[in-house]
């Protein structure tokens, strides 16, 4: 165990090796920040005197959170943690390496990795300078994209859902007309299901004549993937079983639960899923795809007993390079759902946040629980904006914004924080059909994708951009509620969420709405 104690706070840089790490602080801290693992984990900035209250429903801690760690009673987080002494200035600890932990232990900030060892950074000053220094630390040893983006991307998700097929996505395109989108996304809704990877009857002309009618459009071809995971009922897991990861007790490893269905995760360690997963990547780029959204990619990184025995996050990684050696360098590699540590310097674009919704927010969720991943502008802004310190290493991802009234409860100042962050962001993309704007809306979205604002960071969650006032510090806050009331109620609501049964009662219900809303919205097109 190496142990290091802080003096005054005197800017301080020191690169450390080894499994464990205690760094003892001056005083107890104001505020922790606590990273979590994956782009829909919650990255912010909490009350250091009490621990974070474990989010619900449990069952979707594989899909959400670091299903190891969820229960560990410290303020806790994945690679790194840092603090906001008495008298503002920040003390980081953060690992140089993949598979490592940081956790609040009174006035010492601990940290270790799960296997063996390896670097790390601590780092003492002004909040965005210290983070800015463990971003030029992780760069040195895991490197960062290399692709970039200059328009903007149409994706399918946040308007249309599952609910897509051919002819509705042809409509959509035609009447873009000549808005600057670089990149035309096709997302969840194509597939046959999740693990068999061919077109389903809503596309009977295929993905390559999709792909070409995107590209006649002077156009780059999007598509969206979760190559990692499969659903029980897919053709992938009834046939091969013995490629999915398993517990020491031989059971199957719960990667959560979606689409109505128990999801499981492949062993990117064997080498008949890793020839599996290089031939999926090189069937989409030959139907003409070079803009690849590859989502749920904690399933290569939980835990579990593989094939070739080595640290979770070393085998997602080691997973991800299979992926992109397929698809090739020219591809661009959006990953979401994904761990991230190990995916820089191989992916271009980062998910770094949940969702976002048409609606900023949602009391049930936040306030009973206690579930800072469910989609919502609130919660995919606020993590965003504390994971802005990856910037100089991926495209950082906030998600779509919105333009549309129609079918949208985001107030014009809510629609505006989540612009201005994807212009800060540099990755402008949204999902608004355009026959769903109004004149002035279409304005907008065109102004929007034109832009290249100045942008002034003024304070960590305060920007100008063009002079004009962005402010994060409260959408970035985390309200850890308390009382006996709330107690009472969060504990009666989270037994309900806690049943499959409910989620499939709630699942239900969402599509119901979804379905009706859908009938509404098709007549405008
Ligand atoms: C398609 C969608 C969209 C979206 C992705 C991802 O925590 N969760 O339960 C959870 C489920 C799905 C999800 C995000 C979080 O959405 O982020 O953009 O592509 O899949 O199904």
Same mark, same amino acid.
């Given at each position: 165990?190496?142990?290091?104690?802080?003096?005054?706070?005197?800017?301080?840089?020191?690169?450390?090796?080894?499994?464990?790490?205690?760094?003892?602080?001056?005083?107890?801290?104001?505020?922790?920040?606590?990273?979590?693992?994956?782009?829909?984990?919650?990255?912010?900035?909490?009350?250091?005197?009490?621990?974070?209250?474990?989010?619900?429903?449990?069952?979707?801690?594989?899909?959400?959170?670091?299903?190891?760690?969820?229960?560990?009673?410290?303020?806790?987080?994945?690679?790194?943690?840092?603090?906001?002494?008495?008298? *503002?200035?920040?003390?980081?600890?953060? !690992? @140089?390496?993949? &598979?490592?932990?940081?956790? =609040?232990?009174? %006035?010492?900030? +601990? $940290?270790?990795?799960?296997?063996?060892?390896?670097?790390?950074?601590?780092?003492?000053?002004?909040?965005?300078?210290?983070?800015?220094?463990?971003?030029?630390?992780?760069?040195?040893?895991?490197?960062?994209?290399?692709?970039?983006?200059?328009? *903007?991307?149409?994706?399918?998700?946040? !308007? @249309?859902?599952? &609910?897509?097929?051919?002819? =509705?996505?042809? %409509?959509?395109? +035609? $009447?873009?007309?000549?808005?600057?989108?670089?990149?035309?996304?096709?997302?969840?809704?194509?597939?046959?299901?999740?693990?068999?990877?061919?077109?389903?009857?809503?596309?009977?002309?295929?993905?390559?004549?999709?792909?070409?009618?995107?590209?006649?459009?002077?156009?780059?071809?999007?598509?969206?993937?979760?190559?990692?995971?499969?659903?029980?009922?897919?053709?992938?897991?009834?046939?091969?079983?013995?490629?999915?990861?398993?517990?020491?007790?031989?059971?199957?490893?719960?990667?959560?639960?979606?689409?109505?269905?128990?999801?499981?995760?492949?062993?990117?360690?064997?080498?008949?899923?890793?020839?599996?997963?290089?031939?999926?990547?090189?069937?989409?780029?030959?139907?003409?795809?070079?803009?690849?959204?590859?989502?749920?990619?904690?399933?290569?990184?939980?835990?579990?007993?593989?094939?070739?025995?080595?640290?979770?996050?070393?085998?997602?990684?080691?997973?991800?390079?299979?992926?992109?050696?397929?698809?090739?360098?020219?591809?661009?590699?959006?990953?979401?759902?994904?761990?991230?540590?190990?995916?820089?310097?191989?992916?271009?674009?980062?998910?770094?946040?949940?969702?976002?919704?048409?609606?900023?927010?949602?009391?049930?969720?936040?306030?009973?629980?206690?579930?800072?991943?469910?989609?919502?502008?609130?919660?995919?802004?606020?993590?965003?904006?504390?994971?802005?310190?990856?910037?100089?290493?991926?495209?950082?991802?906030?998600?779509?914004?919105?333009?549309?009234?129609?079918?949208?409860?985001?107030?014009?100042?809510?629609?505006?924080?989540?612009?201005?962050?994807?212009?800060?962001?540099?990755?402008?993309?949204?999902?608004?059909?355009?026959?769903?704007?109004?004149?002035?809306?279409?304005?907008?979205?065109?102004?929007?994708?034109?832009?290249?604002?100045?942008?002034?960071?003024?304070?960590?969650?305060?920007?100008?951009?063009?002079?004009?006032?962005?402010?994060?510090?409260?959408?970035?806050?985390?309200?850890?509620?308390?009382?006996?009331?709330?107690?009472?109620?969060?504990?009666?609501?989270?037994?309900?969420?806690?049943?499959?049964?409910?989620?499939?009662?709630?699942?239900?219900?969402?599509?119901?709405?979804?379905?009706?809303?859908?009938?509404?919205?098709?007549?405008?097109?």
């Amino acid at each position: 165990m190496e142990s290091i104690r802080l003096g005054p706070e005197a800017p301080f840089l020191q690169i450390i090796t080894g499994d464990r790490i205690r760094v003892e602080l001056q005083q107890a801290p104001r505020r922790y920040y606590s990273h979590g693992w994956q782009s829909w984990s919650l990255a912010a900035w909490v009350d250091a005197r009490r621990p974070l209250t474990v989010q619900q429903p449990y069952f979707l801690h594989p899909m959400q959170i670091d299903p190891l760690w969820a229960f560990h009673p410290r303020l806790h987080g994945s690679w790194l943690g840092a603090t906001e002494q008495q008298d *503002g200035h920040v003390v980081l600890l953060g !690992s @140089l390496g993949l &598979d490592a932990h940081v956790e =609040l232990d009174g %006035t010492a900030l +601990a $940290g270790w990795y799960e296997a063996g060892s390896g670097a790390w950074l601590v780092a003492q000053g002004e909040e965005t300078a210290v983070f800015e220094a463990y971003a030029r630390e992780l760069e040195k040893r895991l490197g960062k994209g290399a692709q970039t983006l200059n328009g *903007g991307v149409w994706c399918s998700w946040y !308007s @249309l859902y599952t &609910d897509i097929d051919e002819q =509705l996505l042809n %409509t959509i395109f +035609a $009447g873009l007309g000549d808005l600057p989108f670089e990149v035309l996304q096709v997302d969840d809704g194509w597939q046959q299901s999740i693990g068999d990877w061919e077109p389903n009857q809503k596309f009977p002309s295929g993905m390559e004549a999709m792909a070409s009618r995107i590209k006649a459009t002077g156009r780059r071809a999007g598509l969206w993937l979760a190559p990692l995971i499969a659903v029980q009922s897919s053709q992938l897991f009834r046939s091969h079983p013995e490629w999915f990861l398993r517990d020491r007790g031989d059971k199957l490893v719960s990667a959560g639960f979606n689409w109505g269905e128990q999801l499981y995760a492949l062993d990117t360690t064997q080498p008949a899923v890793q020839d599996w997963l290089a031939a999926l990547m090189r069937r989409v780029r030959d139907w003409g795809y070079d803009y690849l959204k590859v989502d749920f990619l904690y399933g290569g990184a939980l835990p579990g007993v593989r094939h070739e025995p080595m640290p979770r996050e070393a085998a997602l990684r080691q997973g991800l390079q299979v992926l992109r050696q397929a698809m090739g360098v020219d591809a661009f590699f959006l990953g979401c759902g994904a761990p991230i540590l190990p995916s820089l310097g191989i992916c271009d674009a980062l998910r770094v946040g949940p969702d976002v919704w048409s609606e900023w927010g949602s009391d049930r969720d936040e306030r009973l629980l206690h579930n800072p991943a469910v989609p919502g502008g609130r919660t995919a802004v606020r993590t965003t904006v504390n994971r802005l310190w990856l910037k100089p290493l991926v495209i950082p991802d906030p998600d779509v914004v919105y333009f549309r009234s129609i079918e949208c409860a985001l107030t014009p100042e809510q629609k505006r924080l989540l612009q201005g962050l994807a212009l800060i962001c540099g990755f402008r993309s949204t999902s608004d059909p355009p026959q769903w704007l109004a004149p002035d809306e279409q304005e907008q979205l065109r102004e929007f994708l034109t832009r290249t604002p100045k942008v002034q960071r003024v304070a960590p969650r305060r920007f100008l951009l063009d002079g004009t006032e962005l402010d994060y510090a409260s959408p970035t806050e985390v309200s850890q509620h308390s009382g006996l009331w709330n107690s009472i109620e969060s504990a009666a609501f989270g037994w309900f969420a806690n049943h499959e049964w409910a989620l499939k009662i709630d699942g239900w219900m969402r599509r119901r709405a979804a379905a009706r809303r859908m009938r509404r919205l098709r007549e405008r097109l």
